[in-house]
């Protein structure tokens, strides 16, 4: 069981809800990756349409958490309005904030990143921030109010996986405590493995489960891969060296010449 | 008077958020409506007095990740 922000869950990978295939899809990779949270966003409603209506009815059958986003927003005023509304909207004050600095990168601008954080901390909001792998916006984040940091691994929808790998060890190493989710960028299960085995809480991740040629079999394949990756990180792995080391005892050994 | 609701020019005689709502066939709990960039909450739009140029935004859940 995952204890996060005082919320037992069952599952440490979190699941995007978008570009799947058709809803019925969507439903069964959320079963198949055995996923307890599952992020949603808000867009315009067309008059007389009732898309949210199904889109809500679907998601509320699923039984899982609710993770709103702040997706698309590029001022801090944009991002705090659509939280507010998110609030109201699915009933859960856990709000992904999303502030996109860069149209190319989707890298977040962490500087209305901390503002909105702040505004939204204060008033109620648990924030899952998503961030770079810096340090020194990480501390920001801490300071305005954020209980959990959302590191990406690589920009949003790029399945590269995790490219700096010692920036990201840095931040586990320097957040002992602090729940860190991997978010953005992973592209297979190994990429969930590896980012579990340094030690993160979690992983949450949409376009590589959702566009995958089977999405029901790489949920599956994401929720074994988060599971296995966590459970060599507490299993405590070997550290590697340069040399070799005779798996075989050498006592023992038979002299033929 | 003239609205933006949702991007769109519309030329209404509603007076209150929840009019509106009720004249362009806006319905549902699952909604959340902001006026000029900030939220209305459900149980005011009766009492929220629209004016002229106003900028309505009407959202409901959606995919996302």
Known sequence: MFELLGTSLPSRLLLGTAQYPSPAILADAVKASGTSVVTVSLRREMAGGRAGEKFWSLIRALGTRILPNTAGCHSVKEAVTTANMAREVFGTSWIKVEVIGNQDTLQPDVFGLVEAARILCEDGFTVFPYTTDDLGVAERLLDAGCKVLMPWCAPIGSALGPVNIMALRSMRGHFPGVPLIVDAGLGRPSHATTVMELGFDGVLLNTAVARAADPVGMARAFGKAVEAGREAYSSGMLEPRDVAAPSTPTIGRAVFS | ?65
Not at chain 2, 28 to 49: K, Y
Not at chain 2, 59 to 65: A, D, E, H, I, N
């Open chain 2, 1 to 65: 008077m003239k609205l933006m609701v949702n991007g769109e020019a519309h030329e209404i005689a509603a007076t209150t958020l929840a009019e509106l709502l009720a004249a362009l066939d806006y319905e549902g709990e699952w909604l959340a409506t902001a006026v000029n960039s900030d939220l209305v909450h459900r149980a005011n739009r009766a009492e929220f007095r629209l004016s002229d140029g106003d900028r309505i935004e009407i959202l409901s859940p959606m995919q996302g990740g």
